[in-house]
C-alpha cells in the first residue's frame, strides 16, 4: 500500500557538486527501482542562459540539451524530473558580478519589485521550461532573512517580509503561467513565520492556484512538533508536502544510522496527518564531500516504510536492496563508518572524518575529543573498505580506505607531537617526522584518489575546493617538519605548541556545524 501521492527525491547541484548527466542517470535508475516517483533537481544558477554568460559561470551549469536528455532517461523510468530553482534567495554567486549586483536587495535575495528583476527571472523559467517538461515546477523562496532590509529601502518604505515573498510569488506566478507551469511549490518557512502581520489565512489566499508550501526538517523526530508544523503547512496550501533528509552533507561518511531513524518517524507522522508527497532530501552544503550513492540505504529504507512494507529499519529486504542498486545494503552501509570508526550502535550524527582530517597537526585544534584507540579503528576500516574495492561502487569504497588510513596515521599524532616537545624529549622526534612525512603521502594519495572519484560522478567544477583543503594539509606537514626538525637542532621554540590545549565541553567524536567544518582557520577559532 503506496502511503505518500509521491515519494520524491531532492539532489541538490549548486553547492558546488554538479553531478554529471552519467551519474545522474544511475540514479534516477536505482531511486526508480526504490520507488520514487519524482527527483527535485536542486538548482540556483547550476544552467546556462542563453545570453546570460556569468549565470552559472564556472558552475558546472547544466546545458539545455543536458536537461532533455536527463528527462527522457527518468521519463522512460517512470520518474518526472521537476526543477528546484531559486527565484529570490540563495543567489549570493551571482552577485559578485557587477552585471547582476544591482538586482540584489541583500548579498542573498533580490529586489522584489525590481523589472530587472523579473527580466532575468523569466529568463530562468524559460530556460527551464524548454529543458524539463514537468509543468510541476519548485521556485525556493528559503531562508530569505534579510528581505526588505537592504537596497530595497533605498527606493521603498519598510515592508513585512512574509508580504514582500506574496507580492513577489504574484509577479512570478504570471511569468510561470506564460510557460504553462500548473503547478507551484515552494519551502515553507518564510511563508509559515508566525512572526508576521500576514496571517495563514491572507497566504493562503493570495498563493497560486494548486500550489504547494513545502514543510522541511531534517532533525526533529516530536510527534507534537512536526504535527503541528504539518496543520501549519495545511493552512496555507491545497497540496501538503514534508522534506526530510539524509546527513550527508557534514562528513565523508553519509550518516545513514541517524538519518534513517529520523526519516523513518517523519514518515510515520506525516502518513499520520495525510501528507501527499514525501520528499528526502540530499543536499550538498559547502561543496560536500559525501557521495550520493552512499545516501542509497536511507533513500531505500524511505522508499520500503512508504509502501508499507516495512515499519522499521529491521525488517528490510536486504535481496530488494542487491537487485536495485547493485550493491549489498551492509556493504554501503558500512560507509556510514568514516565518521563512526568504533561502529557504534548510535543514531547521533558525527562529522568526525571532517574536523580529524582538518584538525591542524600543530595547533592541536582537537587533540582531546580523539579518543583512544581511533588510530587502530581506522586502521581496521581502512582494511575492510580495501576488500570491497572491487564491483559496481568499488571506487567508493576504495576512496574510503585512502582516507580511513591518512586518519588513522593523523588520529593521535597531533597529541603526540605537543606531548614530545611538552616534555623536550627530543630523541622522539625523528620518529614523529617519519610520521608526518607517512602523513603527507597519506594525503597527496587521498587528494588524488578524490580528485579521481569526483570527476567520475560530477562535472570538475568544485574539485579544486579539496585541492585546496587537502592541499593546505600537506603544506602543514611540511611546515611542522621543518620546525620540528629547527627544534630537535637548535632548540627553536614552536610557538604553536606554547601553552597547551584547553579541553572542549565535548563528548569524543562530536557533530561539527557545517560552516566551521569546511574552514580550518575556523576550526581553530572555535576550538583554541
Not at 160 to 175: N, P
Not at 194 to 206: D, I
Not at 396 to 416: N, Q, V
Amino acid at each position: 500500500m503506496k502511503k505518500f501521492r509521491h515519494l520524491s527525491a531532492f539532489l541538490e547541484t549548486s553547492s558546488g557538486v554538479t553531478p554529471n548527466v552519467g551519474t545522474l542517470k544511475r540514479f534516477i535508475k536505482i531511486i526508480s527501482a526504490f520507488g520514487y516517483d519524482r527527483l527535485y533537481l536542486g538548482m540556483a544558477d547550476s544552467y546556462k542562459i542563453e545570453g546570460e554568460p556569468y549565470f552559472g559561470y564556472k558552475r558546472g551549469g547544466y546545458t539545455k540539451a543536458e536537461f532533455i536528455e536527463t528527462d527522457a532517461y527518468a521519463k522512460k523510468h517512470g520518474v518526472e524530473i521537476v526543477p528546484q530553482i531559486q527565484l529570490l534567495g540563495h543567489l549570493h554567486y551571482l552577485k559578485k558580478y557587477p552585471v547582476y549586483e544591482r538586482l540584489f536587495d541583500t548579498n542573498d535575495s533580490l529586489i522584489v519589485g525590481d523589472d530587472k528583476v523579473y527580466e532575468l527571472i523569466e529568463k530562468m523559467i524559460k530556460t527551464i521550461s524548454e529543458g524539463l517538461s514537468s509543468r510541476t515546477i519548485h521556485i525556493g523562496l528559503d531562508e530569505t532573512f534579510g528581505l526588505g532590509t537592504g537596497n530595497y529601502l533605498k527606493n521603498h518604505a519598510p515592508a513585512d517580509r512574509k508580504e514582500l515573498i506574496l507580492r513577489h510569488v504574484e509577479r512570478v506566478s504570471e511569468i510561470l503561467k506564460k510557460y504553462g507551469y500548473s503547478s507551484v511549490e515552494m519551502w515553507g518557512d518564510m511563508l509559515l513565520d508566525e512572526n508576521s502581520s500576514v496571517k495563514a489565512e491572507e497566504v493562503k489566499s493570495r498563493l497560486p492556484e494548486n500550489s504547494s508550501v513545502i514543510v522541511w526538517n531534517y532533525e526533529e523526530k516530536d510527534e507534537k512538533k512536526l504535527g503541528k508544523m504539518i496543520e501549519d503547512g495545511k493552512k496555507v496550501t491545497q497540496n501538503s508536502a514534508f522534506a526530510g533528509g539524509v546527513w550527508k552533507y557534514i562528513g565523508f561518511g553519509p550518516n545513514n544510522a541517524f538519518s534513517v531513524d529520523c526519516i523513518l518517524k517523519q514518515e510515520q507522522i506525516c502518513y499520520k496527518n495525510g501528507v501527499e508527497n514525501f520528499i528526502v532530501t540530499l543536499w550538498a552544503d559547502s561543496v560536500a564531500p559525501c557521495s550520493v550513492f552512499a545516501a542509497l540505504p536511507s533513500l531505500f529504507v524511505a522508499a520500503e516504510y512508504a509502501f508499507g512494507r516495512i515499519n522499521s529499519a529491521s525488517e528490510i529486504d536486504k535481496t530488494r536492496f542487491l537487485k536495485a542498486a547493485g550493491i549489498s545494503y551492509d556493504d554501503a552501509y558500512s560507509l556510514e563508518y568514516l565518521d563512526n570508526p568504533f561502529k557504534e550502535n548510535v543514531t547521533t550524527r558525527s562529522s568526525s572524518s571532517i574536523w580529524l582530517l582538518y584538525t591542524d597537526v600543530l595547533l592541536g585544534n582537537f587533540d582531546t575529543l580523539v579518543p583512544e584507540g581511533a588510530e587502530e579503528a581506522y586502521l581496521k576500516l581502512a582494511e575492510e573498505y580495501d576488500g570491497l574495492s572491487k564491483g559496481k561502487f568499488g571506487y567508493l569504497f576504495a576512496l574510503s580506505a585512502l582516507l580511513a588510513k591518512a586518519l588513522s596515521i593523523k588520529a593521535h599524532l597531533p597529541a603526540r607531537i605537543r606531548e614530545v616537545y611538552r616534555c623536550k624529549d627530543k630523541n622522539a622526534v625523528n620518529r614523529l617526522i617519519d610520521r608526518l612525512i607517512e602523513l603527507k603521502k597519506a594525503l597527496n594519495k587521498f587528494m588524488l584518489g578524490y580528485e579521481k572519484c569526483f570527476l567520475r560522478d560530477n562535472k570538475a567544477f568544485g574539485v579544486e575546493v579539496y585541492h585546496m583543503r587537502l592541499g593546505e594539509q600537506i603544506i602543514r606537514c611540511d611546515y611542522a617538519i621543518r620546525r620540528l626538525k629547527a627544534f630537535a637542532e637548535k632548540d627553536e621554540k614552536i610557538e604553536e605548541l606554547e601553552g597547551g590545549v584547553q579541553k572542549l565541553g565535548y563528548e569524543p567524536m562530536p557533530t561539527i556545524s557545517c560552516s566551521i567544518m569546511t574552514d580550518p582557520r575556523l576550526l581553530v577559532s572555535y576550538c583554541i
